[in-house]
């Protein structure tokens, strides 16, 4: 019994040194006015961090980053935490006037401390033997708020809400400072802007939004008052779960607002008589799963902006940020419907469609047949538009094709191949010795071709033919990587060069449909490589360029090599490759888009374990994988039959909605075609212009 008296008077002795101030001021508001016996409480533990000072005063809002499409509609947002600040001019005044009403009427008398509050909550505390209540001013309050929602582990959540003398001479330490450096308006609004109203919403606007589907701008004195009555216990006051609750907390506010003078006779008995209501809106989309649009390519965009741009997690997530895209949602929804109409969304086969922009890199659209970010049947996390997860066949005889034509052949180049053909240069396992690396083609095909007709026809004997006639792979392995292959790397590379692997041609590898695109677009740019990208800028939260770690804005530029592939070899692969789409001797005339050039390219791996097809106008280039993710099955058909359709079906109704431009003329010097002489193709019908 003596060790619990001695408790409470050193307990009491240790408070005498805040609460003798205070007392002084309250028996004396003659002598000390009410702002100095507050600031008084400063002074005898010295001085305050002007870190914490800062982070209470000027450190930046934790915001929903928005992510905007190409058009500026709304792709999703990145948060933690629902909050959108705003500045005192978008919040309603009696928004401020019920808060300061209800929390704290002598807001705009005292210095950040209360002092009688305080000392009311003191000497009940010092008396009753408990933990100190009570008193918090808003200032306090949002010191309060500030700290909690800023700490990153569970024991600075504790240390911010500990109902101890420590934790609240210190809460007051820092909203004496506060005080000192901020307006009482300022504050205000940054309270407003901090504090938690229940149902997910932080902050007056996302609460606005939340209960009653309006700006806080635009806040009735009755919403204000329900909202000024949830800061102090906003689950229990929750006017959408506990409407009765809520009701008679706001009513408590609407008296207080009468009891100051801010609330006529006339006013408070009707207010008093309208029941609570709301009209509740939802929260905005929360990350890639809830993707209003284009989940995969959000899912792309985020490890872009994290892996390339060097951003952080957290800079995405409470930052505040405007992220500007690439994606153009009409190309993104008409890729939607055309993976699920040729493969189910249900199906054990995947079906991916990427779209680059040829001379920009910009991403346009990713579509699956699936959904982004869910469990279960229809529904996938593996971001299938850029992973190397299957070949891509005969679309890796364009690289080929590119190499030859810049060193020493032409389009027109003409040989024999039997079917099997025997290779003279490249061995059945790689390396240099062993059986003959023997390869057949996927049907019939003629066996004196050139090489723009064995392009357009993708004749397997061919082109392995060519690869004897350059002598190794490397120049083809090299190819495909300037034109843009990254997911080719250089270890996978260096691989295929050093086994000798003959099959590199057929496309056996797993290959990116993103960089398959890109690579393509390439070509059909007219030479210019760019690296694939799906944001244009980055904004931070006052609409200002982000600045990065170096100091600079985050570099939200386009990355392309004119030159990549010399504009004459690129102009006439391009006119060749229209003949896999519009001639009678193509694979692909499902992709046939009337009216429109369309060049591209098919592809089928060995055992139909999957179909592939890229096709292009001047200004779209879209790549179409159809596999099996799960296991090494048969797809069904050729490149030319799923691959295709779904190209068709993704780029018709794009095609359709404006005007496109043609592809230049082929170079004669690349075709191998004499001056006045007529252009090849004279087994299709094509008509290529050169």
């Known amino acids: 019994m003596l060790c619990v008296r001695y408790a409470v008077v050193g307990k009491l002795v240790g408070a005498v040194v805040v609460a003798g101030v205070l007392v002084a001021a309250v028996a004396g508001p003659w002598l000390v006015g009410l702002d100095l016996a507050g600031r008084a409480v400063g002074d005898s533990q010295g001085a305050v961090s002007t870190s914490a000072v800062d982070e209470v005063t000027t450190a930046p809002l934790p915001g929903v980053t928005a992510v905007l499409a190409a058009d500026g509609s709304t792709i999703t947002d990145f948060y933690d935490r629902y909050r959108v600040p705003v500045t005192a001019d978008r919040i309603a005044p009696v928004m401020g006037t019920a808060l300061v009403d209800v929390e704290d009427s002598r807001f705009y008398g005292h210095g950040g401390v209360d002092p009688i509050g305080t000392l009311r909550a003191l000497v009940t505390d010092v008396s009753s033997g ?23 582990t569970t024991q600075g959540q504790q240390e911010a809400t500990a109902d101890t003398l420590a934790r609240k001479v210190t809460e007051a330490r820092l909203a004496l400072a506060v005080d000192a450096r901020m307006s009482k308006s300022d504050i205000l609004t940054r309270y407003l ?11 007056v606007q996302a609460a606005a939004r939340t209960y009653f589907s309006v700006d806080a701008s635009a806040l009735t004195p009755l919403q204000a008052a329900t909202l000024a009555g949830l800061v102090q216990n906003p689950s229990a006051d929750d006017p959408i779960a506990h409407p009765d609750v809520a009701q008679a907390r706001r009513d408590v506010v609407l008296h207080r607002m009468h009891d100051l003078g801010d609330l006529s006779d006339a006013d408070l008995a009707t207010d008093l008589a309208t029941p609570v209501a709301t009209t509740p809106g939802a929260a905005p989309p929360q990350g890639c799963a809830q993707a209003l649009v284009g989940g995969f390519f ?5 490890e872009y902006l994290t892996g390339t741009l060097g951003l952080t997690d957290q800079q995405l997530d409470d930052g505040g940020l405007t992220v500007r895209t690439t994606l153009e949602t009409g190309v993104q929804r008409a890729g939607d419907a055309a993976v699920v109409r040729t493969v189910a ?3 054990p086969l995947a079906a991916v469609y990427d779209v680059v922009q040829p001379g920009t890199g910009h991403v346009l659209a990713m579509s699956v047949n699936r959904t982004y970010g869910c469990t279960g049947e229809g529904c996938t996390s593996v971001d299938l538009p850029t992973a190397a997860a299957r070949g891509s066949g005969s679309t890796y005889k364009l690289f080929t094709a590119a190499y030859a034509l810049q060193h020493g052949y032409t389009a027109s180049f003409t040989q024999t191949t039997s079917d099997p053909y025997t290779s003279t240069v490249y061995k059945e396992d790689g390396g240099t010795r062993g059986a003959p690396y023997v390869v057949r083609n996927a049907g019939h095909y003629p066996e004196t071709l050139d090489l723009a007709d064995a392009l357009v026809e993708s004749s397997n004997t061919f082109f392995v033919g060519l690869e004897d006639h350059l002598g190794s792979v490397e120049g083809p392995v090299r190819e495909a990587q300037r034109l843009g292959l990254a997911s080719l790397t250089d270890d996978d590379a260096q691989q295929v060069i050093d086994g000798e692997q003959g099959s590199f041609t057929l496309g056996p590898l797993g290959t990116s449909p993103l960089d398959l695109a890109d690579a393509y677009a390439t070509v059909f740019s007219g030479g210019t490589q760019c690296d694939p990208t799906p944001v244009t800028a980055v904004l931070a939260a006052d609409g200002s360029p982000l600045t990065g770690a170096g100091g600079g804005a985050v570099d939200t530029g386009e990355h392309c090599t004119p030159g990549a592939l010399p504009a004459p070899v690129a102009h006439t692969l391009a006119q060749v490759m229209r003949g896999d789409v519009e001639s009678d001797i193509g694979t692909a005339s499902r992709a046939r888009v009337a009216g429109h050039d369309v060049a591209g390219k098919t592809g089928t791996t060995q055992g139909n374990v999957s179909v592939a097809f890229v096709g292009s106008t001047p200004e779209y280039t879209a790549s179409v994988l159809v596999f099996d993710p799960d296991e090494d099955a048969d797809v069904g058909g050729f490149g030319g039959g799923k691959s295709a359709q779904i190209w068709h079906d993704a780029m018709a109704p794009v095609l359709a909605a404006g005007p496109t431009a043609d592809f230049p003329a082929a170079d004669r010097q690349v075709l191998g075609v004499p001056e006045g002489g007529d252009c090849p193709f004279t087994e299709g019908d094509l008509g290529l212009v050169c």
Request: one cysteine or more.
């Open 130 to 152: 408990g933990a100190a209540q009570g008193g918090s001013t808003i200032t306090q309050q949002l010191v309060k708020q500030t700290l909690l929602q800023r700490a990153t």
């Open 193 to 203: 802007n901090t504090v938690y109203f229940g149902h997910g919403a932080y902050g």
């Open 298 to 302: 959000c899912s792309y965009l985020r």
């Open 345 to 347: 969304q249900d199906s």
